[in-house]
């Protein structure tokens, strides 16, 4: 049984940065793909990131290339994702996750194990 826990998370002002950390725990993560999700109130969790455990693929929403970086520090079994230029529309429950390998990486329901989410919130 994999355990997640996600945080980091807060409030912070548009334009500001920061690093959301989810720490793994269980008996083996050397198969997973370790991803990230979002949830903001009133819609739907989304895909933000993902990233196989080894390190070789990286997978990010198209809309958040390149202000969004996903890595994970195998030493300390965590996964990190750097949120940089935050806007109010990021605002949102950040929720870590993880899954075997196959099907998609984007979607929610392939992955079957989840952290309990940490708030962040990108004042205007």
């Known amino acids: 049984q994999v355990q997640l826990v996600e945080s980091g998370g807060g409030l912070v002002q548009t334009g500001a940065s920061l690093k959301l950390s989810c720490a793994a725990s269980?008996?083996?993560?050397?198969?997973?793909?370790m991803g990230w999700f979002r949830q903001a109130p009133g819609k739907e969790r989304e895909f933000v990131a993902a990233i196989t455990w080894s390190g070789s693929s990286v997978y990010y929403v198209d809309a958040l290339k390149g202000r969004f970086t996903i890595s994970r520090d195998s030493a300390k079994n965590m996964v990190i994702l750097q949120m940089n230029s935050l806007k109010p529309e990021d605002t949102a429950v950040y929720y870590c996750?993880?899954?075997?390998?196959?099907?998609?990486?984007?979607?929610?329901?392939?992955?079957?194990?989840w952290g309990q989410g940490t708030q962040v919130t990108v004042s205007s």
């Open positions: 996750a993880a899954k075997t390998p196959g099907g998609s990486v984007g979607s929610s329901r392939g992955y079957d194990y």
């Open positions: 269980g008996p083996t993560f050397d198969d997973l793909v």
